[in-house]
């Protein structure tokens, strides 16, 4: 004899469907977020970079000074202007993966992000395991990088 089916034991109960649609929206946002992010050490440098330029020129529009970075192939360190000259600020950070500084061309002499919201125009070319992506800015707009 076979079990008969009432309305007290057909279908699923209202918890159970929460539960379900809650895993699978949690399954789908970690799918997500694990696709957007960066492959590699490499690929983070580019990401850091943008960041920080972004970050550097909104800091000097707020603050009202001009601020420096210091940017060759070896790392990135932020700079503050002292007596008419450069002054290293903070730890220097360096680059996990092949950077090359193509404009400005003299790494001597950092980028600037004056008050007014203007910084100078940079294009670097990150070298990682997913290829080489090229950053560059005008110095009016955000740093935008593209891959090959």
Sequence with gaps: ???RITRDTAGFTLIELMMVVTILS???????LGLNRP???RAQDW???????DQMRAQAILSGEFLGLAVDTGGHQRMRREAGT???EGTRSAWRGGVALIAPRDSWSP???APGGQATAVMLRFDGDGGTRLCRTDGWNAVTCAGS
């Design 111 to 113: 980028l600037i992000f």
């Design 1 to 3: 004899m076979e079990p």
């Design 47 to 53: 990401a850091r970079f943008a960041v920080i330029y």
């Design 26 to 32: 949690l399954l789908t946002l970690s799918v997500g």
């Design 86 to 88: 450069w002054v290293p």
């Design 39 to 41: 492959r590699g050490d």
